[in-house]
């Protein structure tokens, strides 16, 4: 066939015209904002694209719409806030808003705006943006994420202009979460949204569709906006030139001139691109370091170890005493029994070789968990927890004092002789989990229980956690991370994901009833030293009581090409926390 | 003609009804739904959740949304993407272009290459050519698109030759428009050869039959008495006899290319329909899914009209409407 010809000539040229030079960028110069903030790292030089991966689409560059990581990353690009969360110290820095005082209320807090910052069109950025995005957020017309986490028990915020440059926001009760809540609001363009916000089609605007079309709609006051957008292929962002950053000489942040992401089908992928030094940086997971970690001499990356991860991965028995609506109970009487003792919860944690898990499964990349935050989380992570070491002589004096006798058979039998089998569930996408949940059936047969592995799809999974509870014991992992006040749904015995019974009226037991009480009381103090006291004693009953039986964290690993300089690795969310700051010495890839 | 026409096209209503219907019923009984991974995440709040449930409908039975969905189909309005925010139609109609370009490439392939194949093989049955090709296309035939795919992306990886997927380069954006084009072939020529090969060697086999049988009947032999010329006889006289069949299948293989390409798309990293349907399918965009089974099945019956009238068009024998 005529066909090896034809590719060949093509390759030729192709290749002429991929190894001409990046486009010469000429950007545009404006005059730096009167409030420009003035980095305090190394000076760069200007130029050069950055390119990375990412295993899903955005489905929407609106942020009130947004409800996955996916997109909200890419909002983070071009949309900025009044606050930032450093990723890196864990504490809140300026960001549109150059300071801000707290009155002696706690309550009221009063924002000093940059003057002289411009949103990427050119229009100044001023109060009326604020209150704008504020009133947006809780419109009823609008249902939205952040109108949830922007109220305190179902009330609004109070939001008022001082003047064009000053805005005073008032929570109706002291709330702590209130700064790092508001650094993740990304504030709008009044003029250019306000249209959609009056015929009521703004959770419409700024969707896929206009980002494809007209994507200098999408105005930015971050380092970046918007250029192109091509579904399933890339995103193309590119320097705002009206960003409020430039360094120590004065010259304008970011550096980079442009930010290209390929859009790939699935994390294997995106590794993929990675290893085959297609990209500049990739999330790594514990099991390919090894090989990726062997290209990196030939495409010029290292690969950082960002420590533990803050994923949380756990076991847990149902716990839930109810009964579904033909008075079938969820769980068996008799093994509701076992589920509610402590001893057998612990006897089962003592039971479990995580040091094993971490090697077997993790392949060393990992380490054991006891409580519901991993290291990650410096600042909130409690490290005196109680630990439940491997032990399977513990465990069987734990279920001994529980009542619990191996029979004739070798098995584990109750006081009433029932033998103690159980069915534990977990989701089958999620290739280390699998490998885990085997590894504890294997632990538990040591101790003469009998483990049945149920893997399900992760709706059927969510669907009988949370709305059909016909379960005896499940296995899945949380994300952790940030401020306690995002793990409410989980500690607080009303919450959706308290999994081991979730939507309590009251408390069942005491220890959830002081859970109730400190979760509540750490959400109503400015005061870190005793927030920080009441949620570590939340870590330590969550280790106490073990309704989560936790069993390991696996390290998490990034990689970036060598020649970028100035890079900020946060032990967690996005790979490089600065990427305005960053710079390379070498203009081709 | 025009009866013939609208009477075909009448029979697209109850198609598209039971096929909805089916898709509708097979969905509600699949575990979870498209809120399922919202559910999961810690910091949402329950409120927002069950807002979320009113305003897509999903707190009602099925059938209740089936019938809203139906209703806003009379007013042509496909409903929109949950995951985007986007009226289905329009979601659809950014994906189709790369889908559409990439069917047409690789039926051209396919007919280009197995049209003056087929026919020289067939005009010396057993010679070098015919048992060459026969070799070839039963080696295609057995070959699955979806491990062919497979193998072009492991050999474009190991070569270099060719990009892993894709249809644009990272820098398309910066190129010039010749170059753009250019790139883009580039993209194209793995997908084309993957989807097309199938193609290739089923025409190909169809034709050599068609064509040794329109070889044996009696009006080739007067048009060879005629003192007509050989190339003359077997390109003018015995194709267009020999292409009607394949003709009537023409309105298939184009929706088998759609569905093929679903497979294909997935696997080559292809920016199309196929990984816009397959996306939605596994997170349970309902609309997005209805929307795409409706195109398909609209294909799948166009397609077939016009391969009748191109039919009646190429056989002057074949006449409808009454």
């Given at each position: ?414 006081r009433q002789g029932n033998l103690v089998e159980f069915t534990l569930n977990s989701n089958q996408e999620n290739q280390l989990r699998v490998n885990m949940a085997t590894a504890f059936k294997e632990n538990m047969r040591d101790l003469g229980i009998t483990v049945n592995l149920s893997f399900l799809d992760f709706g059927t999974l969510v669907g009988k956690i949370q709305d059909s509870y016909d379960y005896e014991a499940g296995m899945l992992g949380l994300t952790g991370g940030g401020d306690p006040a995002g793990g409410i749904s989980v500690f607080s015995s009303k919450g959706r994901l308290h999994q081991w019974y979730p939507n309590q ?85 | ?14 198609m598209l009804l039971a096929v909805t219907l089916l898709v509708f019923i097979l969905m509600s009984l699949a575990p979870g739904d498209f809120l399922t991974p919202v559910k999961a995440q810690r910091d949402i709040n329950p409120a927002l959740i069950a807002e979320l449930q009113k305003s897509f409908g999903l707190d009602r039975p099925w059938y209740q949304q089936y019938a809203l969905w139906l209703g806003n189909v009379l007013h042509l309005d496909f409903g929109y993407s949950w995951t985007y925010k986007v009226p289905v139609a329009q979601l659809i109609a950014q994906r189709a272009p790369a889908t559409i370009l990439l069917s047409i ?123 007509l010329s050989e190339k003359v006889v077997l390109f003018r006289h015995v194709l267009r006899n020999a292409l009607n069949p394949l003709l009537s299948t023409i309105g298939y293989a184009f929706a088998g290319l759609l569905s093929g390409s679903l497979l294909v798309e997935n696997v080559m990293n292809y920016p199309g329909l196929g990984r816009l349907v397959y996306e939605a399918f596994i997170r349970e965009d309902q609309f997005v899914v209805l929307g795409s089974v409706v195109v398909a099945c609209s294909l799948l019956i166009v397609g077939n009209l016009l391969s009748d009238l191109a039919l009646a068009w190429s056989d002057p024998r ?5």
């Amino acid at each position: 066939m005529a066909q090896p010809v034809f590719p060949i000539a093509l390759c030729a040229l192709l290749l002429l015209s991929a190894c001409s030079p990046p486009p010469k960028v000429s950007r545009q110069t404006h005059p730096l904002p009167a409030g420009v903030d003035i980095a305090r790292s190394e000076i760069g030089r200007s130029g050069g694209v950055f390119i990375d991966s990412s295993p899903g689409e955005p489905s929407t560059f609106n942020p009130l719409v947004s409800e996955d990581a996916t997109s909200g990353g890419f909002i983070g690009l071009f949309l900025d806030s009044l606050v930032h969360n450093n990723a890196v110290t864990q504490e809140v820095e300026p960001g549109l808003a150059a300071r801000w005082d707290i009155a002696p209320d706690n309550r009221t807090f009063t924002f000093h705006l940059r003057p002289g910052v411009l949103w990427s069109d050119g229009h100044p950025f001023s109060a009326d943006d604020v209150l704008f995005t504020f009133q947006a957020i809780y419109d009823p017309r609008f249902p939205n994420r952040a109108a949830f986490d922007l109220s305190v028990d179902g009330q609004k915020f109070k939001v008022e202009k001082i003047d064009d440059l000053t805005v005073r926001l008032t929570t109706p009760q002291i709330y702590a979460p209130f700064l790092e809540t508001v650094g993740g609001v990304g504030l709008l363009p009044k003029h250019e949204l306000e249209p959609a916000f009056r015929d009521g089609t703004l959770l419409k605007s700024w969707n896929v569709s206009v980002a494809q079309k007209e994507p200098q709609r999408l105005l930015a006051t971050g380092a970046f906006r918007l250029r192109s957008y091509q579904p399933a292929e890339r995103i193309v962002f590119e320097a705002n030139p009206h960003y409020w950053r430039a360094d120590a000489q004065g010259v304008r942040l970011p550096y980079v001139d442009f930010l290209v992401t390929k859009l790939v089908k699935d994390a294997n992928a995106s590794t993929l691109a990675f290893a085959t030094g297609q990209t500049d940086a990739e999330g790594l997971s514990p099991d390919n370091v090894a090989w990726i970690d062997r290209y990196a001499s030939r495409y010029g990356f290292s690969v950082f170890n960002r420590g533990p991860s803050p994923n949380t991965g756990f076991i847990w028995f149902n716990q839930n005493p109810g009964h579904d609506t033909a008075g079938k109970p969820f769980v068996t009487p008799y093994k509701l029994a076992w589920f509610t003792d402590r001893r057998f919860r612990q006897a089962i944690s003592h039971g479990i070789d995580r040091q094993g898990l971490v090697r077997g499964v993790l392949f060393g990349r990992g380490q054991p968990l006891w409580g519901p935050e991993t290291p990650a989380n410096k600042k909130w992570y409690n490290p005196n927890v109680t630990q439940y070491p491997y032990d399977p002589a513990r465990s069987r004096a734990l279920l001994a004092e529980a009542g619990f006798q191996i029979g004739p058979d070798q098995k584990l039998h109750d006081r009433q002789g029932n033998l103690v089998e159980f069915t534990l569930n977990s989701n089958q996408e999620n290739q280390l989990r699998v490998n885990m949940a085997t590894a504890f059936k294997e632990n538990m047969r040591d101790l003469g229980i009998t483990v049945n592995l149920s893997f399900l799809d992760f709706g059927t999974l969510v669907g009988k956690i949370q709305d059909s509870y016909d379960y005896e014991a499940g296995m899945l992992g949380l994300t952790g991370g940030g401020d306690p006040a995002g793990g409410i749904s989980v500690f607080s015995s009303k919450g959706r994901l308290h999994q081991w019974y979730p939507n309590q009226k009251t408390p069942a037991t005491p220890w959830e009833a002081r859970i109730d009480q400190l979760m509540s009381d750490q959400l109503h103090t400015l005061d870190y030293p005793t927030r920080k006291k009441y949620f570590d004693e939340v870590q330590k009953i969550m280790s106490d009581e073990t309704p989560f039986i936790y069993l390991v964290t696996a390290n998490a690993y990034v990689g970036i090409k060598d020649r970028w300089k100035n890079i900020r690795i946060p032990p967690l969310g996005s790979l490089v926390w600065n990427l305005d700051e960053l710079w390379t010495p070498l203009l081709t890839p | 003609m025009i009866p013939f026409i609208l009477r075909r096209l009448t029979t697209l209503v109850p198609m598209l009804l039971a096929v909805t219907l089916l898709v509708f019923i097979l969905m509600s009984l699949a575990p979870g739904d498209f809120l399922t991974p919202v559910k999961a995440q810690r910091d949402i709040n329950p409120a927002l959740i069950a807002e979320l449930q009113k305003s897509f409908g999903l707190d009602r039975p099925w059938y209740q949304q089936y019938a809203l969905w139906l209703g806003n189909v009379l007013h042509l309005d496909f409903g929109y993407s949950w995951t985007y925010k986007v009226p289905v139609a329009q979601l659809i109609a950014q994906r189709a272009p790369a889908t559409i370009l990439l069917s047409i490439t690789s039926l051209l392939l396919a007919w280009t290459l197995a049209i003056p194949l087929a026919v020289l093989a067939a005009a010396r049955p057993g010679g070098w050519i015919d048992r060459l090709t026969s070799a070839a296309a039963y080696f295609a035939l057995a070959i699955p698109e979806f491990f062919l795919a497979l193998l072009a992306v492991w050999m474009a990886a190991r070569t270099g030759w060719f990009p892993i997927g894709g249809l644009t380069s990272l820098d398309y954006d910066f190129l010039s428009p010749a170059a753009q084009f250019l790139d883009i072939a580039h993209h194209l020529i793995l997908p084309t050869l993957v989807l097309g090969l199938g193609g290739v060697a089923g025409t190909l086999r169809v034709l050599r039959a068609n064509v040794l049988d329109v070889l044996q009947a009696e009006y080739i032999t007067a048009a060879r008495a005629k003192g007509l010329s050989e190339k003359v006889v077997l390109f003018r006289h015995v194709l267009r006899n020999a292409l009607n069949p394949l003709l009537s299948t023409i309105g298939y293989a184009f929706a088998g290319l759609l569905s093929g390409s679903l497979l294909v798309e997935n696997v080559m990293n292809y920016p199309g329909l196929g990984r816009l349907v397959y996306e939605a399918f596994i997170r349970e965009d309902q609309f997005v899914v209805l929307g795409s089974v409706v195109v398909a099945c609209s294909l799948l019956i166009v397609g077939n009209l016009l391969s009748d009238l191109a039919l009646a068009w190429s056989d002057p024998r074949v006449r409808y409407g009454r």
